[in-house]
């Protein structure tokens, strides 16, 4: 987490990985993946964006109602950001303005700024 948040991707993108190798069937492991996607978002690698992101949506979607802490629900709309952004990058117009709307109700419902 650290080299991500130091905007180190390369690396943190790197230890992400080697984190799901460690613990595949942890419970959390869909964080993992939207860390390890907005990394490589941010290195310009669409296709492994693309393929971490989607990896990562259904089940961070399914904890979105569990999430408590107002860190939590900004990672959240920015994984949602990162996805849509991924998404339209890669061509998916349609689908990338759906998880932009997604962003946008659950930052007004949460009451995220």
Known sequence: MARFYQGKYAEAAHL???ADELEPDSERIYFSHALRGRCHLELGQY???LE???RAYAPYWKQRASL???YAKREFVKFLSAFSDVLLKTGQVDRAE???QEAREYRKS???D
């Open 16 to 18: 992400f990985e080697k």
């Open 47 to 49: 296709k492994e964006a």
């Open 52 to 54: 971490c992101l989607s």
């Open 68 to 70: 408590s802490s107002s």
């Open 98 to 100: 759906e998880v932009a």
């Open 110 to 112: 949460a009451g995220v």
